[in-house]
């Protein structure tokens, strides 16, 4: 198993351009979300989705798009790039029916914003 | 308002020696989980232990132990014999769901723990 990959590593973007993070996941998990985690303040949640073609906001969405058309796959969007959105970008899947696994994180992609 | 709360930014402790890391939670769901989760310098998150609140004793994994005070709704991590490579980020965290939360975990803002030799 891969388990969960992210694509890009490490990106830098100019104000205003568009780009897509990718995630997949090998598991045939039914949850997966994006986190961003800044310094100083932990992980907060992006989006998540609890199966394929079912996703919903979490704590910080604006800016951000995401579709779920299969149960493997999870690209998060960013519309229109700013430098708040410099971060690191983590998507994570999980099995609701075994919460005590906790959740598997893929590597995450940094993102710069000029 | 914080869902969880981490009130130590950073913590030193000597090689060998046990560490507690705190963490309280809130929540008015009567089912939730709780999880510590470790961030090296490397980046990668790695899940180390879960607590769910219906269980009647502290998780243990390892040299890792929850302190479940469910009452006064903490959940701190106990770090047995502390080790060099134990130096590291850690995450506190809590899935809700029965009363229309996401089943998705939020976590706390961190505590940054050194070994020191």
């Known amino acids: 198993n891969a388990g969960v990959t992210q694509t890009p590593k490490f990106q830098v973007l100019k104000t205003g351009q568009s780009m897509t993070l990718q995630c997949a996941q090998d598991?045939?998990?039914?949850?997966m979300s994006w986190y961003r985690q800044d310094p100083g303040m932990g992980l907060r949640l992006i989006h998540y989705s609890v199966g394929a073609g079912i996703t919903d906001q979490g704590e910080v969405p604006n800016g951000y798009n995401v579709s779920r058309s299969t149960t493997e796959d999870f690209p998060l969007r960013l519309l229109s790039a700013a430098p708040s959105q410099t971060s690191v970008y983590f998507c994570?899947?999980?099995?609701?029916?075994?919460?005590?696994?906790?959740?598997?994180f893929g590597p995450g992609t940094r993102l710069t914003v000029t | 308002a914080q869902k969880i709360t981490q009130t130590q930014p950073g913590m030193f402790v000597q090689e060998k020696e046990a560490v507690t890391l705190d963490c309280t939670y809130d929540?008015?769901?009567?089912?939730?989980?709780l999880f510590w989760y470790k961030q090296p310098s490397s980046g990668e998150m790695i899940f180390l232990i879960y607590q769910g609140s219906y269980d009647q004793q502290n998780a243990t994994e390892g040299r890792y132990s929850l302190n479940f005070q469910k009452a006064r709704k903490s959940a701190n991590l106990v770090i047995s014999a502390s080790q060099l490579g134990d130096s590291a980020m850690y995450f506190c965290?809590?899935?809700?769901?029965?009363?229309?939360?996401?089943?998705?975990?939020?976590f706390g803002r961190g505590t940054s723990l050194i070994v020191h030799p």
């Open positions: 965290a809590m899935r809700e769901g029965q009363r229309g939360g996401s089943y998705i975990p939020t």
């Open positions: 929540t008015s769901d009567p089912s939730y989980g």
């Open positions: 994570a899947s999980s099995d609701p029916g075994t919460p005590s696994t906790g959740q598997y």
């Open positions: 598991m045939n998990h039914e949850y």
